[in-house]
């Protein structure tokens, strides 16, 4: 247990410990597992295809916000007075770069040796500097390990938070919701509008139903992302102070699966983060407070889904390597019947998770032990709860835990 005290009322007393919360981490990265693999593992049955492709987009959409949120929300939560700015900076570029090199050499060599495609060195080194989500051309956003476009956001992210942080602290406890609120709005309605307005919407792409500036601006775009990871900061500070959480845990949750099933009949301008930025938002602090107020274990809080969950950097990182080269080598790239694609589907989950164990086991813990613990003579620095981005992702590197376990 650790205690912070609010700018104008007594301390409070929270768990570093959010186990639902890093649990939430890994179901989330498996929805965009699910997502992706719809280019991947195909269904000779158009009925099936439909319905599997409208059961998981929305969660492809929908996790990236989760994760910027959670972001914002954990490394508030876990913040201390008297925590270095350097240190936290040193500790945020270990938690990312390792994985994401090892996965980018991974990627690399894999392109080259077993797709016999061309090795780009521009788009390489925007990928492994992880500036490439600022750049409007898709075809360097996404190049090589794609998901890592995310960490590019996070960077930003990380940079902005000391300074972000010092202006949600100073807002009276009694005004952080009405903020709250606001950014809300900004995200669900302002941002969405002048996109609509604004952007140039010719040539939209298939199935994303927005032109290419479109689908930058609103998915990819650091500065527009930002938002949810600030909204993420301001729920930290609300449930830290003490403010009322207007739905439990349940209760969010249901309005999750509401505004996920209704998401697709919104606009594509609405799609991907607006219709589901409010239920998310509502979502990570009843968690949080269902966490610091529960007596008997669930099962998001038992012990095998938060080992899942401190896996879900790594297998946001590994997941679509295991799809492209999977499909590749078992052939799901063609259509086959649906136990055929269920089978596979399973199959290629299982070694996404095996792969991230290693990756976890090898690189990240080893990594987070020898560079990303505490330096002698400093402060300790309190554990800490599972990103991707990361997210996990998703994101995306805010989806595993420091080495010691806990909130991160």
Not at 223 to 250: Q, S, W
Not at 262 to 279: D, H, K, S, W, Y
Request: glycine share 8%; charged share 10%; aromatic share 12%.
């Amino acid at each position: 247990m650790t205690s912070s005290t609010p700018p104008d009322g007594p301390a409070v007393t929270h768990p570093t410990m959010l186990p639902s919360l890093t649990s939430l981490r890994f179901v989330v990265a498996a929805m965009i597992f699910s997502f992706h693999a719809t280019g991947y593992v195909l269904f000779t049955s158009p009925g099936f295809s439909g319905k599997y492709l409208g059961l998981v987009t929305m969660g492809g959409w929908a996790g990236m916000s989760f994760f910027f949120m959670l972001s914002g929300f954990v490394l508030t939560w876990v913040w201390r007075e008297g925590d270095r700015t350097t240190t936290f900076w040193r500790r945020r570029l270990v938690r990312v770069f390792p994985n994401h090199l090892v996965m980018f050499a991974v990627t690399a060599i894999g392109m080259v040796t077993v797709l016999g495609l061309a090795f780009d060195g521009r788009r390489a080194l925007a990928n492994v500097l992880l500036i490439q989500a600022w750049f409007p051309q898709l075809d360097v956003r996404i190049a090589y390990n794609s998901p890592s476009w995310s960490l590019s956001a996070e960077l930003l992210f990380y940079l902005c938070f000391p300074a972000l942080l010092a202006l949600v602290r100073r807002i009276r406890p009694e005004r952080l919701w009405a903020w709250a609120i606001g950014v809300l709005a900004v995200i669900t309605l302002v941002v969405p509008f002048v996109v609509r307005l604004v952007v140039p919407s010719a040539n939209p792409m298939p199935f994303i139903e927005l032109s290419a500036e479109q689908f930058w601006i609103l998915f990819h775009f650091p500065p527009v992302r930002m938002l949810e990871f600030f909204v993420g900061m301001l729920l930290a500070r609300i449930v830290l102070t003490n403010r009322r959480v207007p739905l439990t845990f349940g209760g969010a949750m249901a309005l999750v699966v509401a505004a996920y099933g209704l998401g697709p009949l919104f606009p594509p301008e609405f799609r991907m983060v607006a219709v589901m930025a409010v239920p998310l938002a509502l979502l990570i602090p009843a968690g949080a407070v269902a966490d610091m107020r529960r007596t008997r274990p669930t099962l998001l809080s038992s012990k095998p889904m938060v080992y899942l969950g401190n896996l879900a950097y790594a297998f946001y990182l590994v997941h679509l390597q295991v799809l492209i080269f999977g499909s590749r080598w078992l052939g799901t790239d063609q259509p086959g019947s649906t136990p055929f694609g269920i089978a596979m589907l399973v199959l290629l989950f299982a070694v996404s998770v095996a792969l991230s164990w290693l990756l976890f086991t090898l690189v990240e813990q080893p990594m987070m032990r020898r560079f990303g613990s505490k330096r002698r003579g400093r402060r300790p620095i309190p554990p800490t709860v599972p990103a991707a981005s990361e997210p996990v992702t998703p994101t995306a590197a805010d989806a595993a835990p420091e080495p010691t376990g806990g909130v991160r």
